[in-house]
């Protein structure tokens, strides 16, 4: 039987032993096991009228398992702004305050775990393959391959293929000069964090080129573009000019105008890896960076 979301309930009966996450997988068909697992996290899962969460209950011939889908979230569609796909690439406008990808911490709710999901309801064999990220309180463009090749193509000749990464960022004060390139070696700490030092064997090239769109109220809002994409790069640098990004506690900000990190990737340029055509994605600038000047 195929789950359809719009049903309040849908029941499947157990005619052999079996243990609750391979039963679903087996009857419910059109869902791909994380779809599954987010029903029996959120207890949209009953045996004989019971929610059960646990994967692995057992189940016997003659019960009844029940989902309970009257709440169940649409993975058909994306909770953010899909800005491109094709049968190689999908580019979304990720919001702040949500990871890339999973951590120690958050397995599930990640832009790489809602995206898979997406694409898994057309086939439940689609995936989808990292090539960059962005910090979990930064918002914008990113980018995920469809297929092996695509991933491995952008991972390995990233420099020659990207042609443009541009953000926004809202800093405190105002830099001097106006316009300019940091260029620096970034070191990581044992804590995580990242500063500018001498070259060496632990130490990255970084390169980040910043102009003042506009000024006032404390803050500048700046067109950034980076050279190298290193882990907190932009965050470093700006700190280390003495204008910290507003929001960025971490490094050194001493304001939080709009409840976040005021960072947002606007614009990805690349060649694009099936037609070597120039391609180009933006995501607009969030309304609050503006609310900062008023």
């Not at 979301?5 to 096991?33: C, D, I, M």
């Not at 500063?195 to 064997?201: I, Y």
Request: aromatic content about 8%; some cysteine; glycine content about 6%.
């Amino acid at each position: 039987m195929e789950y359809n979301p719009r049903h309040e309930a849908v029941n499947y009966p157990v005619e052999e032993p079996s243990t609750l996450l391979p039963f679903l997988l087996e009857h419910v068909k059109g869902k791909s096991r994380n779809n599954i697992k987010s029903l029996l996290s959120r207890r949209l899962v009953a045996v004989d009228g019971r929610p059960v969460s646990q994967f692995d209950a057992p189940l016997s011939p003659g019960q009844t398992v029940t989902i309970l889908a009257f709440s169940a979230p649409r993975t058909d569609v994306l909770p953010f702004p899909l800005l491109y796909e094709d049968e190689h690439l999908i580019v979304v406008d990720k919001p702040a305050k949500l990871l890339s990808v999973a951590n120690e911490r958050e397995k599930e709710r990640t832009a790489y775990h809602i995206v898979t999901d997406y694409v898994k309801t057309r086939h439940v064999k689609n995936r989808i393959y990292v090539v960059h990220r962005l910090d979990r309180d930064t918002s914008g463009v990113m980018m995920f391959a469809k297929d092996p090749e695509t991933k491995e193509l952008f991972q390995s000749k990233w420099n020659d293929i990207v042609t443009r990464r541009g953000y926004l960022a809202v800093v405190e004060g105002v830099p001097k000069p106006e316009r300019d390139t940091i260029h620096s070696w970034l070191i990581e700490t044992e804590t995580h964090l990242s500063f500018s030092g001498r070259p060496g064997p632990n130490a990255k090239e970084a390169i980040t080129n910043y102009e003042i769109k506009k000024s006032g109220n404390g803050y500048s809002l700046l067109d950034i573009s980076i050279d190298t994409g290193r882990k907190n790069q932009i965050r470093v640098h700006m700190k280390e000019k003495g204008c910290p990004i507003a929001g960025d506690k971490q490094y050194g900000a001493r304001t939080n105008p709009i409840g976040r990190l005021c960072l947002h990737a606007n614009e990805l340029s690349f060649l694009h890896p099936a037609t070597g055509e120039p391609v180009t994605f933006t995501a607009k600038m969030p309304r609050d960076f503006n609310r900062v000047f008023k």
